[in-house]
């Protein structure tokens, strides 16, 4: 079974526009979402899926000059946009992470995968039951299902959203819950993704302690917010 790593990315955002091409360190929060994607050695490729528009060109840019690839295709039709990039690069399954998550943690990335890959279900995703902060979401969903979907012309929402048709109608889809496997990282109140101005500041002063690398995991994290406790704020 053939698994690749879709990262979904556009530059409008209504409370924080280009947000994913903000700096964080030495890189951009778009940067360390695809290096630390393609460090989850039993899939591959990355790639990005932004929009055809022309404001989202920093993004084709920056995606191709990294040597990941890419898929333009529509702003608001998102599902579309991930079966297209699916059939594309001959995907079987998709591991869909979202361009807000720049400390996303490949080991948890690769535990996912290890339960799809050996269980075999429509998806398998760790915000079923959320035991993790967020910012650390990831959902496996084999191509087919959501060619069905697609096919199935669900309302607008849900090709927007991509995902939530399925957790709706569990009676349809085999999903499989997948839990935080440490106690310590069973935070599901930290808030690691970037939509808003707060939420940056927040990053910008994990990003200040961490190694100028890839070199780090979410234990990495969670230790950072026990030494600095006023940050939970």
Request: hydrophobic share 40%; with cysteine.
């Amino acid at each position: 079974m053939k698994t690749g790593v879709v990262i979904q990315a556009r530059m409008l955002s209504s409370r924080l526009p280009g947000k994913v091409l903000l700096p964080l360190g030495s890189k951009t929060v778009l940067e360390h979402v695809m290096l630390r994607c393609a460090q989850v050695k039993t899939s591959s490729p990355v790639i990005v899926a932004t929009t055809v528009r022309e404001e989202d060109d920093p993004i084709a840019d920056l995606t191709q000059r990294l040597g990941f690839g890419l898929w333009r295709g529509s702003e608001t039709d998102v599902l579309d946009r991930y079966v297209e990039a699916a059939r594309a690069f001959e995907l079987d399954a998709v591991v869909r992470i979202t361009s807000d998550c720049p400390l996303i943690d490949p080991g948890l990335i690769g535990q996912v995968l290890k339960v799809f890959l050996t269980e075999r279900p429509d998806i398998a995703a760790n915000i079923v039951e959320r035991t993790l902060p967020r910012g650390f979401d990831t959902e496996i969903v084999s191509t087919a299902c959501l060619q069905k979907l697609l096919e199935r012309s669900p309302e607008n929402f849900h090709r927007e959203h991509v995902t939530p048709y399925f957790y709706e109608h569990p009676e349809k889809y085999r999903i499989v819950s997948v839990r935080a496997s440490e106690e310590r990282l069973r935070r599901p109140d930290l808030r690691l993704c970037i939509d808003t101005p707060e939420d940056y500041e927040l990053l910008i002063k994990i990003f200040e302690r961490l190694p100028d690398g890839e070199d780090f995991n979410a234990l990495d994290i969670i230790r950072l917010f026990e030494e600095n406790p006023d940050w939970v704020k």
